[in-house]
Structures are given as C-alpha cells and as structure tokens.
C-alpha cells in the first residue's frame, strides 16, 4: 500500500474544509453547522489557483476530480450566499 499522499487527497481535504464553512457538513471539532462564506470563498480561490499553476501537469483523472470539485464547491457558494443574503 502506497501512503504518499496523493493531489487528490490535497483537493478533497481543501473541499472537505470548503463544505464546513459552508454549513454542508459539521465541524469534526465542534460537532456544530458554522457558516464562514469569506474563509469558503477564500478556500475555493486557493483551489483555483492549484489549478492555475497546475495547468499541463495533471492526470487526466486528477484534472476532472479538479474541475468537478471546483464547479461543486462554487454552485454551494452561490447557494449559501444566495440565502444569506435572503435572511
């Protein structure tokens, strides 16, 4: 079993945190729902710019896990932020 971590792990533990902030998931710590839209629009920027300076260099298989994470991430961002504004 290789335990290298892989550019997938980094992608899915960056979203993994996207989906606390955005109240998707609780918080492992603290067990509650928090929503931080300034920390998720900030994490999803930082994947965009993995992306960016990864351009060229990805696995097929790594590029779509990018992008399909990405496009996830922003449609729940729009989403939160939609009904943030709204309450």
């Known amino acids: 079993m290789d335990d290298k971590p892989k550019f997938a792990d980094l992608i899915l533990s960056l979203a993994q945190s996207v989906y606390v902030l955005?109240?998707?998931?609780?918080?492992?710590?603290?067990?509650e729902k928090?929503?931080?839209l300034k920390q998720a629009k900030y994490t999803i920027d930082l994947i965009e710019v993995l992306k960016e300076k990864t351009e060229g260099n990805?696995?097929?298989?790594?590029?779509?896990?990018?992008?399909?994470?990405?496009?996830?991430?922003?449609m729940?961002?729009?989403?939160?932020l939609d009904k943030h504004k709204s309450e």
Do not use: T
């Not at 990805?58 to 990405?70: G, T």
């Open 22 to 31: 955005l109240g998707v998931v609780e918080d492992p710590f603290s067990k």
């Open 76 to 80: 729940k961002y729009l989403y939160a």
């Open 34 to 36: 928090k929503i931080d």
């Open 58 to 74: 990805l696995l097929k298989d790594e590029q779509e896990l990018l992008e399909e994470v990405l496009y996830d991430l922003r």
